[in-house]
């Protein structure tokens, strides 16, 4: 089983910053991509930013500029820098990842439980 877990949501004026981090563990032996998605209630899941294994990155044009992904491959996780942040970024993140168990099964999609993002006017 493989398990992702976020940490850093919380509660921010407009304007500042927070840092959302996600580790996966368990019986893993690749990550390929990893990302973070959105959801406010009533709306679909939407992606925020996606990276590959080798770094490449990708955004949501209405988070260019503002948010940086980043992943430590050694340590299985990956990181949403947040700055600028807009009450309309208010939304629970989920983490995201395409993890190989065992070679040479197909990479499998796992999701984290999720982290409140609140920003205040």
């Known amino acids: 089983q493989v398990q992702l877990v976020e940490s850093g949501g919380g509660l921010v004026q407009a304007g500042g910053s927070l840092r959302l981090s996600c580790a996966a563990s368990?019986?893993?032996?690749?990550?390929?991509?990893m990302g973070w998605y959105r959801q406010v209630p009533g709306k679909q899941r939407e992606l925020v930013a996606q990276?590959?294994?080798?770094?490449?990155?990708h955004y949501a044009d209405s988070v260019k500029g503002r948010f940086t992904i980043s992943r430590d491959n050694g340590k299985n996780t990956v990181y949403l820098q947040m700055s600028s942040l807009k009450p309309e970024d208010t939304a629970v993140y989920y983490c995201?990842?395409?993890?190989?168990?065992?070679?040479?099964?197909?990479?499998?999609?796992?999701w984290g439980q999720g982290t409140q993002v609140t920003v205040s006017s």
């Open positions: 995201n990842a395409g993890v190989v168990t065992t070679w040479p099964t197909p990479e499998g999609d796992y």
């Open positions: 368990g019986s893993i032996f690749s990550i390929n991509a």
């Open positions: 990276i590959t294994r080798g770094g490449r990155s």
